[in-house]
C-alpha cells in the first residue's frame, strides 16, 4: 500500500467496492442472444470494448447494430453515470456513461459497475483510473496470450475510501474540469491533424495528378 493510500485509510472509512456500488454485472453475451438467420429478431446498436476510447465511449450513431432475438435484455442496459470497465482485451479501459448514451446495451467484454449512494460517480471514475487501482486490477488479471481477463469478483473488494460529501464535490467539479480539457484537447488535436494532412496532399497531390496517374499508359 503506498503512503497516499494509507493516509486516506487513516482519515476516512474504507469499504469494499462491492458495499459502495448499487450493482456490478457483466454485459451480455451477445452470441447466446443472437438471432439466426429466419428467426424473429430486434436489431439493437450493442456496446463493446472497441467502443472505447480515452475514457469516452463511441456515439450511439457510430454503434453496429445487431440481430437479437427478444427476450429478457433490461438488465444489460446502462444507465446514466454507469462506470464501463472491459474485462476482455488487451488493456484496461474505464469509461462513464453520459445521458446521451443511457439504455444501451453492452456486451459481455464490458463489466458494468453502477454507482450508489455514497461515492459521485467521478470520484469513483478517478479511483480506476488512478496508478493505484490501475496496479491492483494487473495483479488480478487472468492473461491468456497478454488478454485482459477480470471478472465481477476480481472489482468487489477494492478498498474504496469515503472522504466526505463536500471534497467529494469539490474533487468531481475539479475531475469533470480535467475530462472537458482533455477533449477539447483531443478536438484541437484532430484538427491540428486534418490541417498537416490536407497541406501535405495539397503540396504532393495537386488536384487531377491522381486521375492523371490512373489514366491508360501511365499506370
Sequence with gaps: M????SGAHQRWPVLPLRSVVETLFVGLPVSRHQ??????????????????EAGHIAPREKLEAVALRPGPLE?????????????RGTVLKVARVPESETSLL??????????????????LLALFRSAAWQGR??????????LVQLTVKDLEDLPVP????????QLAELIDAEQEHHQAALRVAAQR???????????LLPVGQEERSREPGNE
Design 162 to 169: 469515503l472522504p466526505p460529501r463536500e471534497l467529494q464535490e
Design 193 to 203: 491533424r486534418a490541417l498537416v494532412d490536407g497541406m501535405v496532399s495539397e503540396i
Design 2 to 5: 503506498s503512503r497516499s493510500e
Design 35 to 52: 438471432a439466426k438467420e429466419g428467426e424473429k429478431a430486434i436489431h439493437e446498436p450493442v456496446l463493446s470494448v472497441g467502443d472505447l
Design 106 to 123: 453492452v456486451s459481455s467484454n464490458l463489466i458494468v459497475v453502477r454507482p450508489g449512494e455514497k461515492l459521485l460517480p467521478a470520484v
Design 75 to 87: 438488465r444489460f442496459r446502462i444507465h446514466t453515470d454507469d462506470l464501463l470497465v472491459s474485462c
Design 137 to 146: 486490477l494487473r495483479l488480478r488479471v487472468r492473461s491468456s496470450s497478454g
